[in-house]
């Protein structure tokens, strides 16, 4: 029996190691195997067949974060048709799930033929704070601000020279009194336009600029005694919660064009699918899992496009729950025979800088989307966390999830079972006019197998 001390990790895998980050790729490698595998070779011969055969490329990989032993592969396909503000557009996703990209595909052709998406985008301002601490009178600290307000401009017009020549830079600055709900807690509030990048390097260098800032005009200032000068910053941070970086996406046409032909009527199908989005904004239950179908859609795109996924996955979650109760991010409603149905989400984004010029899929996927600006890419994104809603929605409230899922998984199914091409191609015909269940597609690969089970072909199965 393993060895263990009060919680329940084996005393084995308790060494720690010091300055693992300074060893060589090879070392790290050799020290992991060494430690955690009993077949070394094996685990060592898996890492390096995922790393790419272009040394340069791998480099650039292994950059990017630290400590990188392989690389993690991630699928990348494509959703065609969607037409975005009269745009055609194949959207690049990057996503391990199935039937995400079929999802997003259907929708986009299904909405094609009814105008395709239009977008608005509401606000780009992104938002960072210095949080601090100030025992002192209250008043004074307001006064003083308004005072100084200005140099926290000038004293930043290094960091910002190059973002005004944007066209962007710091908006607004505002002095926030939360010490009701903390005590002796304040903020300095400051609001940026930050154009095409996300911006979250040049948020935090104005952030830390203007703690400074504070801090120096009010040690020099004879209006405070030694005890008010001892602001505490505790820390200088953007916020990833962007209520003022919005994007509407919407799709609508008349009922009638909402005739299939698969014994749903239009109007029938409209009131189950407002059903459905109606039970998503009051029940926080569904709405998690409404809001998860979404985040497919968005975060597939967020990632080809090298943005950051949980800061988007953060702010969007944030977001749901703005009036105090976490609800749909989609909604829907028919007017004088229209259907519309639409998403409002904050996306912060950037289309330069970060990843955008370094990961060459990331280039990719620009080039393929036409190279958008930041608040284009607001619009293709929540395009496709719409997309994907109505795709789930459609599913669900007509013939449910499972049959298209199944379907999708079924390649996944043959794979672990390692079907060939021929019987993949066999079973997929079969599963045409039959149901899909995982026990339903070994029993029919056993049965063109000639086998009982599948135990004895493959050990992954
Ligand atoms: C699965 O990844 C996403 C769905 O559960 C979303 C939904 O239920 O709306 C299908």
Redesign the pocket.
Known sequence: MALYICTNIPLYMTNPIKGFSKLSKKAKIEWIVNQYFDNKEEAIALLESYWHDEAKTQQLHDDFIENTLSNFYTPYGVAPNFLIDGKMLAIPMAIE?S??VAAASKSASFWLQRGGFKTTIQATTKIGHVHFMYKGDVQKLANFFEQIKTQFWSDTQDITANMEARGGGILKIDLKDKSAELANYFQLEARFETCDSMGANFINSCLEQFAKTLQNAVNQSDLFSDAEKQIQIVMCILSNYTPQCVVKAEVSCPIAQLDEGNGVSPEEFVEKFSR?VRI?EIEPY?AT??N???M?GIDAVVVATGNDYRAIEAACHTYAAKDGKYQSLTHCEVKNGIFKFWIEVPLALGTVGGLTSLHPMVKFSLDLLGRPNAQQLMSIIAASGLA??FA??R??VTTG?QKG?MKMHLLNILNQLEATDTEKEQIVDHFKNNTVTHSAAVAKFCEIRGVKNPESLSKNA
Request: charged share 15%; hydrophobic share 45%.
């Open positions: 799930e039937s995400v459905a998503a569904r899992t409404h998860k179908g979404i497919n994907q809603n789930a929605l599913a669900l999830i899922h």
